[in-house]
């Protein structure tokens, strides 16, 4: 058997990363008979592409991230409401990895549109980036800050008070450059390994969100393995899942220190800075809801999780 395995990113991020260690994994523990070749973003597709040749089939894995699959799955847009994680990533990557809401209401969701989602998980917080600093709602109003596509990500800007603008992953570069935009939000690899340092003039430590995604198959495709071979599907996802979390963190440490030595400065907002943008996110809670009776049962959960999370963990 031999598997696409396409992901949204670049050589060397995270994703890519990610898919490789599957590949190795799974190509020695299935003695060879499963084999893997990794795309990197752009390689088939843009990314909302990967996602639909995922839901036909033409890919048989993927990485797609809830920010490219809200418009074909509502629900998914539970990842693009802002201030709803926990500051502790501990406490995100224990209810990414367990949650009844995720993987209940949620995965059947994604199960509706043909993706199996087999793992949630977690790319670092995400930091803002703008051609000023960014520590107050008012320095937010009418920012063009690009955005992935989903709507709620959108709506959430909104709320922010900055003029939220989509753009396709391989354009925000020349788009930062040429003013289209004026900033963005990403995980700090990204920002670094995209060297969107070149183009903005502040980094902020905002921890507004973390970026989050989802490693999913084609359903036929995966329904119509054997058993077993399912099965070690599973046990090498959750094996790199684990691992990914050290990983992530390790990138984003070098990232924080490669980009130190970059013409950019670095803005960290402190507690009182983050909460007043977080009570102007609160209404995307209300406009998730909104989406279906799923995606209450959803939300209202996943909040409760996270909460006994950070009650074990600490917040
Ligand atoms: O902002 C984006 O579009 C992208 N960010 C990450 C961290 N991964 C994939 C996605 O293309």
Redesign the pocket.
């Known amino acids: 058997i031999n598997l696409k395995f396409a992901h949204?990113?670049g050589q060397g991020?995270?994703?890519d990363l990610y898919a490789n260690k599957f590949k190795e994994l799974i190509e020695e523990k299935s003695d060879g008979n499963i084999t893997v070749d990794v795309y990197t973003?752009g390689q088939l597709g843009s990314?909302m592409d990967v996602l639909q040749s995922l839901q036909t089939g033409a890919i048989e894995i993927a990485i797609t991230?809830p920010?490219f699959s809200g418009d074909v799955i509502p629900e998914s847009q539970i990842m693009a409401i802002p201030f709803l994680f926990s500051d502790n990533l501990e406490v995100n990557k224990k209810v990414l990895n367990e949650s009844e809401a995720l993987y209940g209401p949620l995965a059947e969701k994604y199960e509706e549109k043909g993706i199996t989602p087999f793992k949630f998980w977690l790319?670092g917080f995400m930091w803002w980036t703008a051609n000023k600093e960014i520590t107050t709602p008012d320095d937010m109003k009418g920012v063009k800050m690009r955005t992935?596509p989903t709507s709620l990500i959108i709506k959430s800007y909104e709320l922010m008070g900055a003029n939220p603008t989509p753009t396709d992953?391989g354009e925000?570069y020349t788009m930062l450059q040429t003013k289209g935009i004026d900033g963005?939000e990403?995980?700090l690899f990204?920002v670094y390994s995209s060297n969107f340092h070149e183009v903005q003039d502040y980094l902020m430590d905002s921890k507004h969100h973390i970026?989050t995604?989802v490693t999913a198959a084609n359903q036929d495709f995966f329904e119509g393995l054997s058993q077993e071979n399912q099965d070690l599907i599973r046990e090498v996802v959750q094996e790199v899942n684990d691992w990914s979390f050290d990983m992530q963190d390790e990138e984003a440490e070098k990232a924080l220190e490669g980009i130190k030595t970059e013409d950019i400065e670095i803005v960290e907002l402190t507690s009182e800075q983050r909460q007043a943008f977080k009570e102007l996110s609160l209404d995307a809670r209300e406009e998730y809801k909104k989406e279906s009776d799923a995606a209450k049962e959803i939300i209202e959960t996943l909040e409760k999780e996270i909460e006994e999370a950070e009650a074990e963990l600490g917040e």
């Open positions: 949204e990113e991020d995270v994703q973003a990314n991230s920010g790319e992935m992953s925000i963005q990403n995980p990204y970026y995604t």
